[in-house]
């Protein structure tokens, strides 16, 4: 049998009729009934309870970022916590290059232009690596020691799989610690945290 194949939606009139409950089942491995609206949810409430802050609106960057929470959230319900990690990972470097962004376009400062960023750094700030710049955001005093761990720990996860430095065997654990810390950098990072369901 191919191993990626929807058999209920299979043209070919051998599978039954499609439904949510059993395309939640392709995506995920678990049967869509009761029992696995309920193992989904608690996966779900795994990861929601680690978020409690919120995002600026009207931002090109944040909706992206909004986008890839969900994408890498809905991965680990889905039991696919590769994508979970894949996903925090490409939000740590969005939000490096938006924290420059920034930065470089405060009044009153003298912004680093293509050629100076060529200087000081031997290429753009954008053809960096993550980890370089993590290391120049904290150099710059953009980031602080503390949130600079957060950027770390995020980059670590996603270059250990991205380069099958690790095997799946904690994968599960390894996608919840890199959620709790990409929610700790942005919380970290925009400084706008839920308390007592106030801003």
Same mark, same amino acid.
């Given at each position: 049998?191919?191993? &990626?194949?929807?058999?209920?939606?299979?043209?070919?009139?051998?599978?039954?009729?499609?439904?949510? /409950?059993?395309?939640?089942?392709?995506?995920?491995?678990? &049967?869509?009934? /009761?029992?696995?609206?309920?193992? #989904?949810?608690?996966?779900?409430? @795994?990861?929601?309870?680690?978020?409690?802050?919120?995002?600026? #609106?009207?931002?090109? /960057?944040?909706?992206?970022?909004?986008?890839?929470?969900?994408?890498?959230?809905?991965?680990?319900?889905?039991?696919?916590?590769?994508?979970?990690? #894949?996903?925090?990972?490409?939000?740590?470097?969005?939000?490096?290059?938006?924290?420059?962004? &920034?930065?470089?376009? %405060?009044?009153? @400062?003298?912004?680093?232009?293509?050629?100076?960023?060529?200087?000081?750094?031997?290429?753009?700030?954008?053809?960096?690596?993550?980890?370089?710049?993590?290391?120049?955001?904290?150099?710059?005093?953009? %980031?602080?020691?503390?949130?600079?761990?957060?950027?770390? @720990? &995020?980059?670590?996860?996603?270059?250990?799989?991205?380069?099958?430095?690790?095997?799946?065997?904690?994968?599960?654990?390894? #996608?919840?610690?890199?959620?709790?810390?990409?929610?700790?950098?942005?919380?970290?990072?925009?400084?706008?945290?839920?308390?007592?369901?106030?801003?």
């Amino acid at each position: 049998m191919n191993p &990626v194949m929807w058999i209920e939606s299979d043209s070919d009139g051998r599978g039954t009729k499609a439904s949510f /409950e059993n395309l939640f089942t392709f995506f995920s491995g678990v &049967v869509g009934d /009761e029992n696995g609206l309920k193992y #989904a949810r608690s996966r779900y409430e @795994k990861l929601r309870e680690k978020s409690n802050y919120i995002l600026p #609106a009207n931002s090109s /960057e944040f909706d992206i970022i909004v986008t890839l929470l969900k994408t890498a959230i809905s991965n680990y319900i889905i039991r696919k916590p590769v994508g979970t990690i #894949a996903s925090c990972g490409m939000i740590g470097e969005i939000m490096t290059k938006f924290l420059f962004k &920034v930065w470089n376009e %405060i009044p009153q @400062k003298q912004p680093l232009t293509e050629n100076n960023q060529k200087r000081l750094f031997s290429d753009t700030f954008e053809k960096q690596f993550q980890q370089r710049r993590i290391n120049i955001l904290y150099e710059l005093g953009i %980031i602080d020691s503390s949130t600079k761990s957060f950027f770390d @720990k &995020v980059n670590e996860f996603r270059n250990d799989y991205l380069h099958i430095k690790k095997d799946l065997m904690n994968v599960d654990n390894d #996608a919840e610690e890199i959620w709790e810390n990409t929610n700790k950098m942005l919380e970290h990072t925009l400084q706008m945290k839920i308390e007592n369901k106030k801003i």
